[in-house]
């Protein structure tokens, strides 16, 4: 998996024969600065050569063959061993408006390169059927998390934040609820140059605007009711812009970008997530200090803990869903998204790519 916060790619090791699922080993590959430039020229409109398309994505495929490498080597598992590889692939463009989606990828590649079947192109057989074609993991945290007693939520903060919620005896829902690192990257990246404000240390320095939160929490996308998925087509330095004061400290607005993931988040639980008992916190925002404390401090008694606590490390858990999704795909076992993507009805996601 690589995500919408640009940072590498993930692989999870994963085995499906027992009775729950066990990650036997985790890998991780950093983007080198180049390739993160190229995709972020090519997630911006009107700057997507073809050429470096194909060319980012021979990087990636590389990439990608690398992470697997070394799961492999990490779990001490023979190649001969794995069912497939799931490979998401990089999005660069998500319109589901228009009907469209684009996630750079080349599995029969990455299959030449690795010597093992991929499973690609998850997300276009749902907006084939009439749905967003995302978010895709609340199935696998419906079944990895749900509780029979308990009201969970678990959200994503990757580059855009999703929630899924799982209601005790209730229907699961899932949904993008909004930004989630790509403001708070983009911000630092402009004026820290880094690729993120670690530990939220910048953020903590800075005092909110609280005028210019409101007008962030303005934004129409938040008040859609699910399903919905979104990305950085909307959520850019220059949708900020627009919004800005015409004096500020840039530390007072990474600190109130902060504020405004945790109140996007908070708000979307409380809207369409009811009498939530707990909330449990994945992706590369768990590990921001700064944007959890926000988070918790808006949960009042509900309590807010990381994947961690259920047996699944906050930086494994996407990768191993698309594990999962690919296990599903080569099972030929349809998934139900219906009251997540809105499509019209149970399908079986992905395309084989065979070894």
């Known amino acids: 998996m690589s995500g919408t916060s640009l940072d590498g790619a993930d692989a999870a090791l994963v085995d499906f ?35 470096l398309a194909a060319r980012v994505t021979h990087e990636l495929s590389a990439l990608y063959a690398n992470a697997v490498e070394g799961a492999l080597a990490a779990g001490g598992v023979a190649r001969s061993s794995i069912g497939a590889i799931g490979c998401h692939g990089q ?25 093992i079947a991929v499973v690609a192109d998850f997300r276009r057989r749902d907006m084939a059927a009439g749905g967003q074609g995302a978010p895709l993991v609340p199935a696998f945290h419906e079944s990895m998390f749900r509780h029979p007693q308990r009201s969970r939520a678990v959200v994503n903060i990757g580059g ?8 005790a005896g209730g229907r699961t829902l899932g949904f993008d609820c909004g930004p989630g690192n790509v403001l708070l990257d983009g911000w630092t990246r402009r004026h820290l140059g880094r690729h993120f404000d670690e530990g939220g240390r910048w953020a903590a320095q800075g005092h909110t605007d609280e005028g210019l939160l409101g007008r962030l929490m303005s934004e129409p996308f938040l008040d859609v009711p699910p399903p919905k998925s979104t990305g950085r087509e909307l959520f850019r330095l ?33 809207r369409f997530c009811p009498a939530t008992d707990e909330i449990y916190l994945a992706g ?3 590990r921001n200090p700064a944007l959890v404390d926000r988070i918790s401090n808006l949960a009042g008694d509900r309590p807010v803990e990381p994947t961690d606590t259920l047996g699944v490390p906050t930086t494994h858990v996407e990768s191993m869903a698309f594990a999962w999704l690919a296990m599903k795909c080569v099972r030929r076992e349809p998934i139900d998204l219906t009251a997540i993507t809105g499509a019209r009805g149970p399908r079986i996601l992905g395309a084989v790519y065979p070894a």
Do not use: K
Not at 22 to 51: H, K, M, N, W, Y
Not at 254 to 267: E, G, H, K, V, Y
């Open 160 to 167: 855009i934040s999703n929630v899924t919620w799982l209601p």
């Open 17 to 51: 024969s027992g009775a729950t699922a066990r990650t036997l080993a985790f890998a991780s590959v950093p983007f080198g600065t180049e390739l993160r430039e190229r995709i972020l020229q090519l997630c911006e409109p009107g700057s997507d050569p073809i050429d």
């Open 91 to 115: 999005t660069v463009r998500h319109r589901p408006d228009l009907g469209y989606t684009v996630q750079l990828n080349d599995p029969a590649r990455l299959a030449e390169l690795t010597g």
């Open 284 to 286: 590369g925002g768990a």
């Open 238 to 270: 220059e949708w900020l812009e627009q919004r800005l004061p015409q004096r500020y400290a840039p530390a007072d607005i990474q600190a109130t970008l902060a504020d405004f993931t945790a109140r996007s988040i908070m708000d979307a639980l409380d």
